[in-house]
């Protein structure tokens, strides 16, 4: 039993003895981290009778639902990531891919939350599934953990984008990047929904400004032709009177 799970069960025959009963383990163990405790239902005796008991002990907390796309060919080595990240609080949802075709295929069909990947793969690489994960625009977290890079090789990685590097030989690493990178994932994408919103509203604002000078210049126009009519009309006025006295003056007038 791993130490903490062992405390949880020391912990429960600690209560069992305390209230003077028998309790009988009948669901778990979970794993110590679980995300919301440890449940257990159980029997006890009470005064020569037999009693129902229910009780769940809190020992972690919920970390929240994350697909995971984990780019690696040996699923012993994605057992132990997986439970690295669920014993950490996390529910899963993954998919394990080791080819170009299938990491492309799990791409178009959801989206993920982060990509793990193993640096080499018999038909595929890390750097490989990196280009691949970029060539689609995605903005995902790319932590790359293998057992044979060197340091000149994770640097390169690093530069290529990658936003961390693993040795499968120091897993408990792997938590603590996994919530560093989601949490600069989570800001990145706020920044830029902010940016988008700031940028359709510069757009809408230039729009205003552009229409209300089209009305004003419209309005300029109207108040240009009306006194233009005007003028036309004064001069006009006066030609057309005399027009209509003429003829009645002058009868004779061919």
Do not use: C
């Amino acid at each position: 039993k791993e130490p903490a799970q062992q405390r949880v069960d020391e912990h429960v025959a600690l209560r069992a003895e305390r209230r003077g009963g028998r309790e009988r383990r009948a669901i778990g163990p979970y794993p110590a981290r679980h995300p919301v405790g440890v449940a257990f239902d159980a029997h006890r005796e009470r005064n020569g009778e037999r009693v129902h008991v229910q009780a769940r002990i809190r020992v972690g907390h919920v970390l929240g639902r994350r697909h995971v796309l984990i780019v690696e060919d040996s699923e012993d080595d994605m057992l132990l990531m997986l439970r690295e990240l669920r014993q950490g609080g996390y529910t899963l949802d993954y998919l394990r891919v080791d080819t170009a075709p299938a990491m492309q295929a799990a791409l178009d069909r959801q989206p993920w939350d982060i990509v793990i990947a193993d640096y080499s793969l018999p038909a595929f690489s890390g750097p490989e599934a990196l280009k691949l994960l970029q060539s689609q625009g995605l903005d995902l977290p790319f932590i790359i953990v293998s057992g044979t890079i060197g340091e000149e090789t994770a640097v390169a990685a690093m530069k290529a984008g990658a936003h961390d590097f693993l040795s499968k030989g120091k897993l408990a690493r792997l938590l603590p990047a996994v919530e560093r990178e989601l949490r600069d994932a989570e800001e990145r994408r706020k920044r830029r929904n902010a940016e988008l919103a700031l940028q359709a509203a510069t757009t809408e604002k230039q729009q205003l400004e552009a229409q209300f000078l089209r009305v004003q210049r419209l309005e300029s126009l109207g108040t240009l032709a009306s006194g233009i009519a005007h003028d036309f009309n004064n001069i006009l006025t006066p030609i057309l009177a005399a027009a209509q006295i003429i003829p009645l003056r002058m009868p004779n007038l061919d």
